[in-house]
């Protein structure tokens, strides 16, 4: 074992930090080495010690999907290599349905109404206030929405909007037709308007430098301390979605290494006494059992995926993720509110009977 790891390790088990230099090494270590597994092994339990052993459980509806003119290189809908060719929009009782097919079983943390990087705001304004009336008070209700100044996230949340999740992705403005000001500036408004934020580092191909990675994972970790108001943060892989630029397996990395991206976050966060909850996508039993403790089901369109509906394709259902949880060892589930409900085998049960 390295002695260099070793060390950090050690540190990190005193509820100390790492610095950035040691998040790039860390970060450029080769996933399958002992040096790796010990990193991940490390994240897990200081990630199950700061929530007791609990997960979250969150849901997605992808509510409308058209060739979008950002034009991101990795996503299914960018406008220059889609297969999208139609502009179609969840109708408003389509995407309450589906709220309550991820909140019947009661123990959803929270659950993101994703759209276009344009969209209707009336429509989507629309479909939070249905929503929010019928899904339980002890799940969030998200935002994940193209750039958005202060008044309509105010409009958002009287309707009954909790959070928003925005991100300034690594290549914005490069790999986009965003600019890195517009993202902070929408971060800025939704902050501004009260509600709860939430972040991740993506998207991590195999070309992604260390340096990058880590920057981003400062960067969040910076604006948790600054606004304090960060139910979780996390990493997600760039998908190989076909047609586009990254199409093709070695432009994907591996579940060993979100895995490790998601431990070296996890130490970045060691020295944080609000500590967030930690995500990862696409989901993966190697992330769950390394410092991973939020775990997205998904429905409707997806920006990784050229399914209509990705709950056909790459996305998970509730069941099943509440499923990786009971196998990866986790005792609780933790809702929006803050309560939790107990994984026990008779509650595993109880669901299967319920359907």
Same mark, same amino acid.
Request: glycine share 6%; with cysteine; charged share 30%.
């Given at each position: 074992m390295d002695p260099k790891v070793e060390g950090i390790i050690a540190k990190v088990q005193e509820d100390a930090a790492i610095d950035y230099e040691e998040a790039v090494f860390l970060i450029g270590l080769d996933e399958a080495s002992p040096e790796a597994t010990a990193v991940r092994g490390a994240a897990n339990g200081l990630s199950r010690a700061r929530h007791g052993n609990a997960g979250a459980i969150w849901g997605q509806i992808g509510i409308d999907v058209y060739p979008c003119e950002a034009d991101c290189q990795f996503c299914s809908f960018a406008k220059?290599?889609?297969?999208?060719?139609?502009?179609?929009?969840?109708?408003?009782d389509e995407v309450v349905r589906r709220a309550k097919e991820f909140t019947k079983g009661g123990d959803l943390f929270g659950l993101?109404?994703?759209?276009?990087?344009?969209?209707?705001? *009336?429509? !989507?304004?629309? %479909?939070?206030?249905?929503?929010?009336?019928?899904?339980?008070d002890s799940t969030l209700l998200v935002s994940n929405i193209g750039d958005t100044d202060l008044p309509y996230f105010r409009k958002l949340k009287e309707a009954g909007?909790?959070?928003?999740?925005?991100?300034?992705?690594?290549?914005?403005?490069?790999?986009?037709?965003?600019?890195?000001?517009?993202?902070?500036?929408t971060i800025r408004a939704a902050f501004e308007a009260g509600l709860r934020m939430e972040d991740c580092c993506e998207p991590i191909g195999a070309d992604t430098p260390a340096e990058a990675i880590a920057t981003r994972m400062f960067e969040m970790k910076a604006r948790h301390?600054?606004? *304090?108001? !960060?139910?979780? %943060?996390g990493v997600m892989k760039r998908t190989s979605v076909p047609c586009t630029r990254f199409e093709g397996l070695g432009n994907e990395i591996t579940n060993m290494r979100l895995g490790l991206l998601n431990g070296v976050l996890s130490f970045v966060f060691a020295d944080e006494k609000r500590y967030p909850w930690i995500g990862f996508h696409e989901a993966n039993m190697v992330s769950l059992m390394s410092g991973g403790c939020c775990v997205t089901a998904e429905t409707g369109f997806n920006p990784r995926d050229t399914s209509e509906d990705t709950s056909a394709g790459r996305g998970l259902d509730v069941p099943a993720v509440r499923e990786m949880f009971y196998q990866a060892g986790f005792r609780k589930l933790v809702l929006g509110d803050g309560s939790t409900v107990d994984l026990t085998p008779e509650y595993m049960a109880l669901k299967i009977a319920e359907g």
């Open positions: 220059s290599t889609t297969c999208f060719t139609e502009h179609v929009t969840m109708p408003v993101y109404l994703m759209t276009m990087n344009s969209y209707d705001e *009336d429509h !989507y304004l629309e %479909c939070v206030r249905a929503v929010r009336a019928v899904i339980p909007l909790d959070g928003a999740y925005h991100v300034k992705r690594i290549g914005e403005g490069e790999l986009t037709n965003i600019s890195p000001e517009r993202r902070e500036a301390r600054e606004m *304090d108001c !960060y139910d979780g %943060c």
